[in-house]
Every structure is written in structure tokens, then in C-alpha cells.
């Protein structure tokens, strides 16, 4: 018996889905647990910037002179310097120090790096960056990766070009003809796109390919089969063969292909020590299993990049579009049990389904069953979309794609190769009436070390406005760790403007919090409720609530502001990634009877940046 990759992505996406979306709401029918509540003691409180000394200021300068410039910018006004002036002198010496690293990128052609330097220089309103800007420098990014035979990357890296900015004609010209000679139809629509509005001629050779559709059988010469052969595992007390079957694609002429990381994981997990062999299969050769290697992958977004020396059929390009529609038809190809070259239909039925940490899902109801993760979803054009990564198992017709918009986003880095990092500002974000404000900051984070402060409410990112969290998130998957941005933030009727130096955000950010913080404070970002401590000892938590955010499960819940309750039983699963709380409350709601309440939050939150 196959083990088979949706299965175990479905029960691993379902329950995080519900947890995530569906508060677990229970009232308790047995006798109360322990009166004494599992509550968390708080670590020692990371330190905040204003709490640096001076020698460890310089010598952060030297080693990281980006994560310098905010802790100095916080010890304005303490006593841990002399004067501003020698602040001033160590702000211009970190400041220095990035722009001689912008000019060593450039020397160095590494264009990615001079891109995130570029950025925090920009950040910073330096004036080092001389001719260059952020279209000029993705320009040459693009044409470094171009001659380096990495095509895809370099039409991702000149996608974003002109979407940032002019360039100049004979550079859209070539690239355009290059999308034409690669046969690329999804760059050569973009790219003609920006040359007709902007006056550059498209050949009628070039329009008559761009208008051509893709018939599905040459498409599905493209799609592949993905083996994970796992050895044997123990069912009952007998050995059964363990395997992880999926689907994947081609998205380069080299043997490239993209799939979903939980399709491969045990080739990557160092907790995972078991025996773990990759393979693929194509259409042409369905009795042979070609080696695979991972290349990159995205455990966040559940992406992976795979290379086989197979020579594809078919080779699928990313189109980028991001306006779905309710009732747009979209097919999926893959390998349900199994089954090579599937194809199946349906329509979109939802959009920004919060399914993922930092972006959105779409929902479709193609039937997509076990084996179709990490298959290819396209439009009633043709055109590639998305990759579909996950189903719930208990309900048909409840599936899930990842838009093709994020995997444009983080594809050059993994072709880079090895796990992606994201960065973070370090805190939970609420949203309301067109305003994103600080809802909880996690210990420790760049956030907290600059004291953001709850109820902050963000209003632009380095100068670009800010209206929900997905547009910060999508903001930053474009930045790297160490990157300085500006954050325009008005508290409390004042508008401030803070420096910050984004971390490498951990793979599970609130279990830290779990650690570090009181379980008094931990209600507000997992439950949703604000509350002050009545009684604290050993024997008795008891607390009052002082304000519930809407759409919380505490609001789901019915718990009113005011509403006394006593902590009952606070536990932390990291291995089911789960909060469970128990409460004793009297709510207001119900006439103040005493009653038992047990709530349950994921640890894998999607408001945090």
C-alpha cells in the first residue's frame, strides 16, 4: 500500500485549517481539570535596543552595520552614550559601511545582493546609489542570469523590471525576442504587453504565437509523476512499502521542475533518519524511474524545485495573473493514486482563502484526490496559474492552489538553491476599517527590540501605503533578512517614522512567544481577548477581560469585555502545533452562570509579519 502524498498533506492541511479558521469551541462535560492552571513563567524579557551598551553597539556596526543603524537610532535619549554627536558619528559610520558593501556588489555583478542593499540605502535616503535604481538593477539581474543560462529566473527578474519602472526600448525589444526564441508564451504576452503601451513594435510573428493556444495533450507531456521511496514501514506488525507519491512539472528546458515540499520532505527534514530515494516518471517513459535532486524549497509555502537530467516534452511558463474570478474555469493535471497525466476540471470558488503563514490561497473545486499535490493549474487559456498543494480529505470539492504570483516571487531563490528564509518585523498584526495595527510583538524579535507597541497602527512601508496584512507580508516576501526598511506608523495620534532591520523570521514564531511570555499576555495574539490579572498564585489565575478583537475565537466564543474568568488549564503542543486553554467564566452573555469554556489556536499563525 502506497503512502500518498495528499493524503498526508490533506490531514495535515485540514486540521491546520480548521484550527486556523475554525475557532474549537467547547464546553466541558466532565469534571474540571486541576485547579492549579499549567501557566507558563515567563524567561528573562528579551532586551529591547534602548538597553544596548556602547561597546556592543560598535561592535555591531562592524559585524552588521544594517541591524545596527535601529539599535542606534533607539539610543537617542539614554544615558548609554555621551551626546547625540557621537551617536551621529556612529549612524554615518554604519551608513558608511552599507554603501561600501552596495559598490562591492556591484564590483562583484551579485545584483541580488545590490538590489537588498539598494533598498536599505533608500531606506535610509543615502545618496550613494548614484545612477543606479531598482529597474536599472533588476535589469542587470536579469541579464546576468540570461547569460548564465538561467532563463526563467532572468524573465521573472525583467517581469519585475517593467513593472517597476521605464526601460529603454531596445531592451524591451530583446527580451521579447527572447521569450519569443524559448517559446515562452506566457514572458512574450507580458513583455508585449509593456512594448504596446509604451510604442515599442511587436512583430506579427510574435502576435500570432502570443495568440495561440497550448492544446492539453502537448501540456501534459510537461507533467511528471514524483516517487519518494521511503523503504518499509511497520503497519500491525507487518512491513508495508512506504512511499510518497505526487505530481510535478517542468518550468525549464534544463530538467527543472517544481513540486510541493511536503511531497519531498523526508529528502530535505534533518529530523526526518529514515531511508528517503527520489524519483520521477514521465509520460514517455512510464516503466522507468529517472533520479531527482532537490534543489530549493519553501516549507512556508510548500514549494520545492526538483532537477533530473530528463529531457522534457513540454516545459510550463508562469503567466503571473492574479485577478481570478468566482466561477472561472481552471483544470489540473497530476497523478491521483497514481494515475499518470490526469486531467480534471472545475471552477474557482473562492479567493484569499487563508490557508498559508504569510499568503493566500485559491480555493477550486477541481476533484483532486491523493497524488495531485504539486500538479500544475491552468486557466480556460492555458495558461499556468498555480500549483495545486492541498485538499480537506473529509470533504470533496474543498481544494486549494497556490497562486502562481508567490511562486514568480520566491522562484529565483530557489534556484539558488537550499531552504528559503523569509524575513520578519516580529509581530501579529490586526486589521479594521482599512487600518493594519499592531496587535501583539513577539519577545525578542526586531520588533519588540525597537518597542513596537500594541494598537501601533502601520500606515506605509518604505512610502507605499498599507491597507491590509497581506500587503505588508506580500511586501516583504521581496526582502531579505537585514534589509532596513521604513515603517510609517501613527500612534496615538502621533506619526512617526521608525527604522527597521528585518530578522530571519523562525520556522514556527509563536512557539518562541510560548517560551517567552506569560500566558496572561498569550491570550491576546491566540485567543483575542486583553485582560488584567484579578488574582495570581499558585493556586488561582483569575483575570478580567478588557476588550475583545472582532473575529477572534474568544469573539466566536461569545466572552464579552468584563467578563471574569479563572485559568483552569493553559497547555502548549509543538507537536500538534496547538494552544489549548481551559477557563472557568462567567459571561455576561449568559446572565453571569458559571460555566467551563475550552478554546484550542493553532501555533501557525497567518497575521504575523
Request: charged residues 20%; aromatic residues 8%; glycine residues 8%.
Given at each position: ?297 519553501d516549507k512556508s509555502f510548500d514549494l520545492a524545485l526538483l532537477k533530473t ?251 464579552s469585555e468584563n467578563d471574569p474568568f479563572s485559568l483552569q488549564s493553559w ?39
Amino acid at each position: 500500500m502506497n503512502q500518498l502524498d495528499s493524503k498526508t498533506s490533506c490531514s495535515r492541511f485540514s486540521s491546520r485549517g480548521c484550527l486556523l479558521r475554525f475557532s474549537f469551541l467547547a464546553i466541558a462535560s466532565s469534571v474540571l481539570m486541576a485547579s492549579c492552571a499549567a501557566a507558563p513563567s515567563p524567561v528573562q524579557p528579551a532586551p529591547r535596543y534602548s538597553e544596548a551598551k556602547k561597546e556592543d553597539v560598535r561592535k555591531l556596526i562592524e559585524q552588521n552595520p544594517a541591524q545596527a543603524i535601529p539599535v542606534i537610532a533607539a539610543l537617542r535619549g539614554t544615558k548609554a552614550f555621551a551626546s547625540d554627536t557621537e551617536l551621529d558619528d556612529l549612524y554615518g559610520r554604519s551608513v558608511s559601511l552599507m554603501e561600501g558593501m552596495f559598490h562591492e556588489s556591484l564590483n562583484g555583478k551579485d545584483f541580488t545582493q545590490a538590489l537588498q542593499t539598494f533598498g536599505s540605502l533608500s531606506a535610509l535616503k543615502s545618496q550613494a546609489e548614484g545612477d543606479w535604481s531598482t529597474t536599472t538593477l533588476l535589469v542587470a539581474a536579469a541579464e546576468k542570469s540570461f547569460q548564465a543560462g538561467d532563463h526563467v529566473v532572468a524573465f521573472l527578474y525583467f517581469l519585475k523590471a517593467i513593472e517597476s519602472g521605464r526601460v529603454d526600448d531596445k531592451t524591451v525589444a530583446l527580451y521579447l525576442d527572447r521569450a519569443y526564441a524559448d517559446r515562452n508564451r506566457a514572458m512574450s504576452r507580458s513583455i508585449a504587453a509593456y512594448a504596446l503601451a509604451h510604442s515599442v513594435p511587436v512583430s506579427d510573428e510574435i502576435k500570432a504565437f502570443e495568440e495561440t493556444k497550448t492544446d492539453t495533450t502537448e501540456m501534459m507531456k510537461g507533467a511528471v509523476t514524483i516517487w519518494v521511496n521511503r523503504g518499509m514501514r511497520i503497519t500491525n506488525g507487518v512491513g508495508v512499502p512506504d512511499r510518497v507519491i505526487g505530481s510535478g512539472f517542468f518550468i525549464d528546458g534544463r530538467g527543472y521542475l517544481l513540486t510541493n515540499y511536503h511531497v519531498i520532505q523526508s529528502e530535505v527534514d534533518p529530523k526526518y533518519e529514515g531511508y528517503s530515494r527520489l524519483f520521477i516518471r514521465t509520460p514517455d517513459m512510464k516503466d522507468d524511474r529517472i533520479p531527482a535532486k532537490v534543489i530549493g524549497w519553501d516549507k512556508s509555502f510548500d514549494l520545492a524545485l526538483l532537477k533530473t537530467e530528463a529531457v522534457p516534452g513540454f516545459v510550463f511558463s508562469f503567466t503571473g495573473r492574479d485577478s481570478f474570478r468566482p466561477g472561472d474555469r481552471i483544470y489540473a493535471i497530476g497523478s491521483p493514486v497514481g494515475l499518470e497525466n490526469t486531467v480534471t476540471s472545475g471552477i474557482v470558488s473562492a479567493l484569499a482563502r487563508p490557508f498559508l503563514e504569510m499568503g493566500d490561497a485559491v480555493q477550486v473545486d477541481a476533484p483532486l484526490n491523493p497524488g495531485n499535490s504539486g500538479g500544475p493549474l491552468l486557466d480556460s487559456d492555458g495558461q499556468l496559474v498555480g500549483i495545486v498543494f492541498a485538499g480537506i480529505e473529509q470533504y470533496s470539492g474543498l481544494n486549494f492552489a497556490i497562486s502562481s504570483k508567490y511562486v514568480m516571487e520566491l522562484l529565483p531563490r530557489l534556484f539558488a538553491g537550499g531552504e528559503v528564509k523569509h524575513p520578519w518585523i516580529g509581530a501579529m498584526f490586526s486589521e479594521d476599517k482599512g487600518a493594519v495595527s499592531v496587535q501583539y510583538v513577539i519577545p525578542g524579535s526586531p520588533a519588540y527590540g525597537l518597542g513596537l507597541q500594541q494598537d501601533d497602527v502601520v500606515t506605509a512601508i518604505d512610502g507605499k501605503p498599507v491597507a491590509t496584512v497581506r500587503q505588508l507580508q506580500d511586501y516583504l516576501l521581496s526582502c531579505s533578512s537585514d534589509r532596513i526598511i521604513s515603517l510609517a506608523i501613527r500612534r496615538t495620534g502621533a506619526s512617526l517614522n521608525v527604522l527597521v532591520a528585518l530578522g530571519e523570521r523562525p520556522e514556527l514564531p509563536m512557539a518562541s512567544a510560548t517560551d517567552r511570555d506569560s500566558s496572561g499576555n498569550l491570550l491576546v495574539p491566540f485567543f483575542g481577548m486583553s485582560v488584567t490579572a484579578t488574582t495570581s498564585n499558585i493556586f488561582e489565575h483569575s483575570y478580567r477581560i478588557d476588550r475583545i478583537y472582532k473575529g477572534s475565537s474568544a469573539d466566536e466564543a461569545g466572552l464579552s469585555e468584563n467578563d471574569p474568568f479563572s485559568l483552569q488549564s493553559w497547555q502548549v503542543d509543538k507537536k500538534a502545533k496547538a494552544v489549548i486553554l481551559q477557563i472557568v467564566v462567567k459571561k455576561k452573555k449568559d446572565g453571569f452562570l458559571e460555566s467551563i469554556l475550552q478554546l484550542v489556536a493553532p501555533l501557525e499563525m497567518d497575521n504575523l509579519a
